[in-house]
């Protein structure tokens, strides 16, 4: 069963930083596009950044630049996002998936295999 699993969640506090996993089982991320979305209560799921297999092409919502960083470990089948400066308006439930695309883009329509999410909370 091909699945991911997200962790590094949690609660901080403006200006806190965490760094989120995300470990894909089942599969390969040896190739491929994969992406970290995000969803804030009463909103729809959107885009936080997309990353080819070699890390060379990256994609960041224009709300993250600057404060996230996203990586992968092709032999550990995992991807992480660095979130650095975080902001209350960063809270919502973190998402990984892998795109159906063979380029970056955080369209959240052309991804599949999502993970169960983890919660981050930023507030004072």
């Known amino acids: 069963q091909y699945q991911f699993v997200e962790s590094g969640g949690g609660a901080v506090q403006p200006g806190g930083s965490l760094r989120l996993s995300c470990r894909a089982s089942?599969?390969?991320?040896?190739?491929?596009?994969t992406g970290w979305f995000r969803q804030a209560p009463g909103k729809e799921r959107e885009g936080v950044s997309s990353?080819?297999?070699?890390?060379?092409?990256?994609q960041y919502a224009d709300s993250v630049k600057g404060r996230f960083s996203v990586s992968r470990d092709n032999a550990q089948h995992t991807m992480y996002l660095q979130m650095n400066n975080l902001k209350p308006e960063d809270t919502g439930v973190y998402y990984c998936?892998?795109?159906?695309?063979?380029?970056?883009?955080?369209?959240?329509?052309?991804?599949?295999?999502w993970g169960q999410g983890t919660q981050v909370t930023v507030g004072a």
């Open positions: 990353i080819d297999s070699s890390g060379s092409s990256i």
């Open positions: 089942g599969f390969s991320l040896i190739n491929g596009i």
């Open positions: 998936a892998r795109a159906r695309t063979d380029y970056v883009q955080l369209d959240v329509t052309r991804y599949d295999f």
